[in-house]
Each structure stands twice: as C-alpha cells, then as structure tokens.
C-alpha cells in the first residue's frame, strides 16, 4: 500500500510534533492536577503528594477562582454578544450596496486583528487614563464624566471588553461578510416584491440565512473570550482588586509566579471542561433549534 | 435611499475611525516630546515632532537585537510550521490511510483545549531536552498546528480527485504528486498559513516570556511588556516601542491582505 | 551538505576558542537600576582579575520573581545574582543557594560587625548565612515639612497618634479632592511595616498566621480607618499620574517609601522647593518604630560551577569603597556602617533618617510562603479599603488565607518532626 505509507510519510512529522509537544504535554497536566506540586516539590520531588480530587475541590472552596470565573463569564456574557454584534454591524457595512471604498474599509476592519496584543495593549491602557487618555476626553465632549477604567473595579472588565471587541470584530466580520454575500439576491427581491423594507428583509431573509455561520461564530468566539488572558496580564495584571483576574491569569500566576502546579493545572482543566460542556451545549441547541 | 447611503457611509467611517483611531495616535505620541502626551486635553498631534522617542529605545535598551530576534523566530516559525501543516493537511484531505477521519476528529476536538494547558508541562520536557533559553524552544509549539492542518485539509479536498488519479495513472510516486500538483494548487493557502505563521509566532509572548531567560534573546513583546511594566510614566517612549512592534506585522498584513483574507474565509466557512 | 558540516565545525570552534580565552565567564542577573549600575562597577574589577570575565543580565524588578523560580525550575540560574531579602527564604527552602559563612570567615574585607545588624540578620536563615547584603532598602516617611508646619508642627511625628492628629489636621487645610497620605494598595509594604511594628510574628514558628493576634489588629486598625475615613485615597500607584507632581502640588503630604525616592524626588521636584519635604523614620504605636529589613543580598546559587571566582566579586562589591561607589550610582544606601561616615551620607539629613531607621529594622517572615502571603494580604485589604468589612473580620480572614497557604509547610515541618524522632539525624 504505497500510498498509505505515503499519507504516513506526510502526516507523520506534524503529528510526531503534536503528539509530543501537545498532546503529551497535556496528560501531563491531567497527572499533575492530581498532585500537589508546588515549590517544595520543585525542590525536592520527594515532597511531592498525590491528593486526587484535592485540588478542584480547593479550587471550587477558594474565593479566588470563584471570583476570576466570574470576571471571565461577565466578560463572555458583555463581549461575545457585542463583538459579534459589532462584526454583524460592519460586515452588513461592508456588504450593502451603498458603502464606497469597500476594500479600504475591509482592510481598516481587520487592521486591528493582526496587531501584537502587548502593544496595543500599551496603548489602550494609556487611552484609558483616568486624567489624560482619550476615551475621558472624548466623554467629556459630550458631557459625561471621567471614568476611572483600569482603576475602578466596577469599569476595569469593561473597559477590558471594549479594548477585546475592538482587537477582534475584523475576524468575525470576514466570515459574517463571506456568510452574507453567499445569500442569494433573489431572495431579496422576492421579499422587496411582498414590500418587506430593509428592517423586514433583515429579519426574514438575512438572519435565518446566517444562522449557521452565526453559530460557528458565537462558538468560535465565545471559547476564545472563555480563554481570556493577555489583556489583563499587560493592562491591569489582573486588578484591580483583581476584577479583571480571569481564569487563564489564575493559572498563570499560580503556575509560574508561585509554581503551584498542580492547582494551577487543575484550574486548566476546569476551564477546558466548561468550554467543552458549553460547545457540546451550543451544538445541541442548534440542532434543535433548527429542526424546529 | 439617499438618507440610507448617508447612515451606511457614516457609519462606516465611525467605526473605521474606531478601528484605526488607536493605532493612528499611536504614531502620534510616539513623535512627541517626552512628558507631551501627560497634559489634558490630550493632545491630537505632536508641537515638535521628534524622534528623540526612538533614539533613546534603540540607545539605551536592545531593541534593535529584540526585533531581530523576533524576525528571525517568526521567519523560522512560518517556514516549519507551514512545511508540517501543509503536509499534514494534504495527507489527511486526499489520502486513505486507516484511522483517518477518526484521527482528525480527535484533533479537532483538540481545538477547544487552550494552548496554557500544555505550558507547564512543556516547560518541563523542554528543561529535560535542554531546550530551555534557546530559540528551538521558543519553536517547539509552532512547529504544527491543529488550526493549520485545518486549513490546508479544508482548501486541499477542493482538488479535484481526478487530477491525481491521472498522475497515479501515469506512474507517478505519491511524494512527486505532492510536490508538482498540490503544491501549486495550495499555493494560495499556503501564503495565508505563512502570514498567520508569521504573525502568531511574531505577537506571541506567554511562551517566549517562559521558556527564554536571557534577556538578549527576548522577542519583541516580551521586551514591550517588560518596558510597559517598568516604565509606568513614560508613555512617549512606549508608544515608540509599539511603533517598532506593530509596523512589521501591519506591513505585512497590507502587503499580502488579498491571499490572507480570502484563505481564511475559505478555511472557515467550507465543512 | 558540505557547507552546513563546515558551517558546524566553524561554529564549534568559535565557541570552543571563546570559553579557552582564559578563565572563567560569571553570570550575574541584576534587577532594575542596580543591574545597569553593577555594569559600571564591573571593569575595574576585571582589570584586577583578568582570569575572570563577568557578564551581567538586567531584569525588571516585575519579572525577577518569575524569573528566578523559571530559571530554578528549567536548571538556567546563573552563577550568583542580586537577591531580594524577602526571597531569600524561599530560594534557602529550593536548596538553591550556598551557604556563605566559611567564606566570610575567611575573608577579612567583610566583617560582620560594620553592618547594621537587623540587614545582618535578614540574610540569616536557620543559623546560616545566605547573602552578603548589599544594598539596603527600608520604608519611612516622605513628607511635607512646610504643609505639616502651616497645620502648627514643627516636627515629624513620633508616634501613631501624633501621626493621626498631623494627618487629620492636614486633611482639614488641603480640603476635598486632596488628602494626607498616600497608601498604595497595591503596596503591601506600608501595612507590612506597620505589621513589623508588633511585637507579635506575622507567621507563627509552627506555621500559622497570625494575623488576629493584639498587635497586628491594631496596625490594620490604623491602616485601614486611614483609608477608610478619607485621609489616604482608597488607589493603586498606577492611578497616579506623577506622584512627585502631585506630592509637590499638595495632593499628599505624607508617603511610605524607600531610599531609591531619595534621588527620584531630588530631581523631579523643582529645586525652589527642595527645601519643603524631607524623611523621617516612621512612628511607632508607642514611639519610633521599626521598618522592613529590607534590600537585596548577593547570592551564589549552589549549582554554579563558578563559586570562587563569584566570592571574589562579592568580596570586591562589599568594600565599603565600592558600596559607596554604588550609591552614588544608584542611590541605594550601603549596608555597611563605615560607609555611611562618608560626607555626602553624613551630611544629608533626608539620607541621616534612613541611617536612624536601619538601626530599627526587622526582617519579614522567613518563610517560602511569605511573598505570597504578602500578596494574599494586599489583595484582602484592597477589597476591605473599598468596603465596611470590620477590622476583626479581615484579620480573620488573612489567618484563613494564611493558614491555607502556609498548609505544605506544617505537613513539612511535621513529617521533618517525625523523621527526628524516628532516629534520622538530628538538628537541633
């Protein structure tokens, strides 16, 4: 079968590397977040304990996770919608009939996306200074008072939120802008013919046809706000009072900064099961939905 | 209809203004003169245009070394992880093998698990195959990705069959058919692959700010956080240090954005 | 492939002929300032021990901590580094670091009578000496000498009612918007001075917190009804836009802070009015008061293969001459007495406070967990600034976080217990 060890042949080098540096990796960390592995075991594995169950049931009686779960679901539940509201927005933009200079705006769109997260980072930190960042100025203009962003606990995953839906509505926008221009122009006519105006025909024709593509989005990117980490690690390091602490800074500081390892693998884990439960949940729903 | 086209263009440049008000001030403050930017009303535009900002990152800190780090891993990066993929990709879209589609599933699956689970073990494999603070260990997780086996599968099942079948008629070896008919046919995806390649090894910095010790292999972004985090007060000179950051990656993306969007819609939308 | 096999072996031999130049190549990681500061010092040095080549990495101070453990943990440590006093528990705990004491027995330069003892003391784990200090950092006032005198004070305060009265009284002259002090809370250092203040350990010898203990529930007391009735602003130091900008201006007259400031507000307070702030060492419950024994000691790591050549920098950097050499760099304070006879540190008086507080100083628990402990109560009193939580009910839950952090080290402690016991050899 020489084209089998030929597919072998292919595949192999990738799959070796994923095997080894991904797969493996991740057992690994299965194993550990049943040990408590910590800084004394770094030292001497000898101090090394295995607890079972212990760390996840520390972890769901540890104020702090519950607390960095909260700030990553308020984070789910106010950017996924708006981001993909903001997508659906330009991408209809973008798609209508009567935008000029199409192409220039499609690459502003997206600009953002490529961008490094560190830098631009940098940048809306400073843009929401309390005294001297732009966004105060701009609410000024119109009357409305300073916000302390990054300082108050209450704007601090806010202003998080918009920095994120401003770095990532370019990419849902490409797949939303695909998903449009796929829809048939008959279907608009026949609507305009039975006199549906442009809210109608929004209503009736456009949404039902995106709903698969609406969905592949809101999965897509709600598991990557669920794995929210960059921002807060560069704007806020995760304050303040640790407001915009999510759960992937968790495992971050609990892994390298205190090398509690085996808690910190632990918290990954709850993570990866609740994105897993959440697509199984989207995934049903759909169907259903759509057998409806 | 008239009032309709004033709204959709007004919109449209809003949120264009946005998207790319950010990155234009950016440039902006980066001109300024040290201390300019902490005054309100912020200002729009630099009085005296400087590049005292720039001059002072690249004297007094190694910036010129952090991008060429940066370039050279990204670079690497593109080049092995878009050999293994396509490689990957192309077996998996057009070739039998047992437990294929099986295997696939499983890597899909595998999208949902976030990469930071994988970082401490990692780490740890790495220390016992001496790869800590070297370059092939900032590698180590781009080497294949799930995403871009992905996306080379989902371009590669457009080749039409037929086409291959004629060469395997013709008495053509498996890796000769690879190399003269898929190849050039995934070329488009292949540009994309190496873009996002590029672009995710250049923005990463949760792995190189592990695995990389010596300050002087630092990557880019490792080296802007560690500024920002330093240096709270000086804004003129962090702005400058995204400038030199982000100008790479925004060049890129203008020069090759045609390839690049349209092989993500492809990957995305088909299957 | 006959270039990349010439490439190989050019690139061996390149390698192989740097490390044959003679001698030994030291790696040092410094943290922030001092880290571009030792580099000054270095050349000479090398010119006295041309067999010795030293080669200095500089860290953020914000990313030592991470990097030190990564390095432990992935086997990159370099041969000796600057290592924070507060840490030096913790990396002891890692079987990371040499002990010093032959050596120092051993080399006359360094004599522990000329340090303070408190820094002595903080480099001191279980009877063993870790680190050579090398600079010293300690926490105390900052403050508005002309403010404090337009509210009818002559002088400093010299304890915490008197503080309390100055802070009130200058609360009242500066009015809504502006206040007395300024506690960062995302600085745990100024509640971990006044915890130092107690007679009472912050962490118990058995591992426990001690938190609700008299002495520790008066300085959250004081702390917190600080914050709490408006004489400090309940922020983190990132929402301050220039803290000497805004000190000069009056928004507060009071701040807890270390000798690095010393130079920071020497030059970006304008020189008119040098004259109106000045330090003093901080006050006590019940008269002058204890600060941090804080600073940074030169280690070397016990896996170095350079620790000879590494003793001969420590010994170099540790001359009272060299210490001065340093602060004039960085404007760190030296950590040996007979340096501070030098005119420029005698006759400050902003420095001659530091010199007073370092005669006072302790150490923090000498324990691993400490930093995190040390987190763990900046993250519980941020939360309680903002709230109504009673001083009672934060104390309580510091000892439970405590408790919950220090739980490996009892099980440690005790299983050390039991090995005792049961015959092993036995430390007394």
């Known amino acids: 079968m020489k084209r089998n060890a030929a597919a072998w042949m292919l595949a192999a080098p ?167 221009q796929a829809i048939p122009d008959e279907l608009y006519e026949a609507a305009r013919i039975d006199g549906a105006g442009p809210a109608a025909q929004f209503r009736h024709v456009t949404m039902p046809a995106l709903a698969p593509v609406m969905l592949v989005v809101s999965i897509l990117t709600m598991a990557a706000y669920f794995q929210l980490f960059a921002e807060p690690y560069v704007m806020t390091q995760g304050g303040p009072v640790q407001s915009t602490t999510s759960i992937l800074y968790l495992m971050f500081t609990q892994g390298f900064e205190f090398w509690n390892l085996g808690y910190a693998t632990a918290v990954a884990f709850v993570l990866f099961a609740i994105l897993f439960a959440l697509t199984l949940v989207q995934l049903r729903l759909s169907r259903r939905w759509s057998d409806r | 209809m008239k009032r309709q086209k004033i709204l959709v263009n007004a919109s449209m440049w809003l949120l264009g203004l946005f998207a790319v008000a950010p990155l234009l001030w950016m440039v902006s403050v980066s001109l300024m003169q040290p201390g300019e930017a902490a005054h309100f009303p912020p200002p729009l535009l630099p009085a005296h245009p400087t590049l005292q900002n720039y001059v002072i990152l690249f004297a007094t800190t190694d910036m010129a070394r952090f991008f060429l780090n940066s370039l050279i891993l990204a670079t690497l990066a593109s080049v092995i992880s878009t050999s293994f993929n396509v490689m990957a990709g192309y077996a998996f879209a057009k070739l039998e093998f047992r437990g294929r589609d099986a295997l696939f599933r499983w890597l899909l699956a595998a999208l949902v698990i976030p990469a930071q689970v994988a970082m401490i073990p990692l780490f740890l494999l790495c220390k016992e195959l001496g790869l800590v603070n070297s370059y092939a260990g900032v590698l180590v997780p781009s080497i294949a990705t799930v995403f871009g086996i992905f996306l080379v599968r989902q371009y590669a099942l457009a080749i039409p069959d037929e086409l291959l079948e004629a060469a395997r008629i013709d008495g053509a070896g498996e890796w000769r058919i690879f190399r ?18 590029f672009l995710a090894s250049w923005s990463d910095f949760l792995w190189p700010l592990i695995i990389l010790n010596d300050t002087d292999m630092q990557t880019l972004p490792v080296a802007l956080a560690n500024l920002a985090r330093e240096h709270v007060q000086d804004i003129e000179l962090m702005m400058a240090g995204a400038v030199i950051t982000l100008a790479p990656v925004l060049l890129l993306f203008l020069m090759v954005q045609r390839y690049y969007l349209s092989g993500l819609l492809a990957g995305s939308i088909k299957g | 492939m006959i270039p990349r096999q010439a490439l190989t072996i050019a690139v061996a031999l390149l390698l192989g002929s740097c490390a044959k130049s003679g001698g030994v190549t030291l790696t040092v990681w410094a943290m922030g300032a001092e880290g571009a500061a030792i580099g000054q010092l270095i050349p000479a040095f090398e010119k006295a021990n041309p067999d010795i080549h030293v080669d200095v990495e500089q860290i953020p101070f914000t990313e030592a901590h991470q990097k030190l453990l990564t390095g432990f943990a992935g086997g990159s440590l370099p041969d000796m580094a600057q290592l924070g006093n507060s840490w030096l528990p913790e990396f002891e705990a890692l079987s990371a670091l040499q002990p010093l004491d032959d050596r120092v027995a051993q080399t006359p330069v360094i004599d522990p009578a000329d340090y303070f003892p408190g820094i002595w003391d903080a480099s001191r784990i279980d009877g063993q000496l870790y680190g050579v200090p090398w600079y010293v950092d300690t926490r105390l006032l900052f403050y508005r000498r002309d403010l404090l005198k337009r509210v009818g004070f002559d002088h400093p305060p010299k304890d915490w009612a008197e503080w309390r009265r100055q802070m009130i009284a200058i609360k009242h002259l500066v009015g809504p918007g502006r206040y007395a002090a300024l506690l960062p809370l995302n600085e745990y250092e100024p509640l971990e001075v006044l915890g130092l203040q107690q007679a009472e350990p912050m962490v118990t010898a058995d591992a426990h917190g001690n938190f609700e203990s008299p002495g520790f529930r008066r300085a959250l007391a004081f702390y917190l009804e600080t914050i709490r009735s408006g004489l400090a602003p309940a922020v983190a130091n990132t929402e301050i836009a220039n803290l000497w900008d805004q000190f000069d201006r009056g928004d507060f007259s009071f701040y807890i802070t270390g000798p690095w400031q010393l130079g920071e507000f020497a030059r970006r307070i304008p020189p008119a009015r040098q004259a109106e702030w000045s330090t003093a060492p901080m006050p006590g419950p019940d008269g002058p008061g204890t600060s941090n024994a804080g600073g940074s000691s030169l280690v070397i790591f016990r896996k170095s293969e350079h620790q000879e050549a590494a003793w001969k920098l420590i010994a170099y950097l540790s001359r009272p001459a060299i210490e001065l050499q340093f602060h004039r760099l960085t404007g760190d304070l030296p950590p040996r007495r007979s340096a501070w006879r030098a005119p420029e540190l005698a006759g400050d008086p902003k420095a001659q406070a530091f010199a007073v507080q370092l005669r006072r100083v302790e150490p923090t628990p000498k324990v691993p967990e400490w930093e995190a402990i040390a987190t763990m109560m900046r993250t519980v009193t941020e939360a309680a600034a903002h709230n109504r939580m009673p001083v009672d009910a934060v104390a309580a839950e510091l000892d439970r976080r405590a408790d919950a952090i220090l739980a490996k080290r009892r099980w440690m402690l005790a299983r050390e217990k039991t090995a005792t016991v049961s015959g092993g050899a036995g430390r007394s």
């Open chain 2, 180 to 197: 003269s008919i898929a190849l050039p046919a995934l070329t488009p995806i292949l540009v994309t692959l190496a873009t996002f390649a």
């Open chain 1, 14 to 180: 990738a799959l070796f590397a994923l095997g080894l540096f991904f797969f493996l990796p991740i057992a690994a960390a299965l194993l550990l977040s049943f040990t408590d592995f910590d800084l004394y075991a770094l030292a001497d594995l000898g101090n090394l304990r295995f607890v079972g169950l212990g760390n996840y049931l520390t972890l769901l009686r540890t104020p702090l996770f519950g607390k960095a779960l909260g700030n990553t679901i308020e984070f789910v539940v106010i950017g996924v919608p708006l981001s993909i509201a903001t997508s659906l927005g330009a991408a209809l933009m973008i798609n209508s009939r009567l935008a000029r200079f199409k192409p220039l705006f499609r690459t502003i769109f997206f600009a953002p996306v490529v961008t490094t997260i560190v830098a631009v980072a940098v940048i809306w930190r400073y843009l929401f200074n309390t005294q001297f960042g732009l966004i105060n100025w701009a609410l000024g203009l119109i009357g409305l008072g300073p916000v302390n962003w990054l300082g108050d606990p209450h704007w601090a995953m806010p202003a998080i939120v918009i920095f994120a839906v401003w770095k990532n509505f370019g990419y849902n926008m490409i797949i939303l802008l695909a998903g449009l």
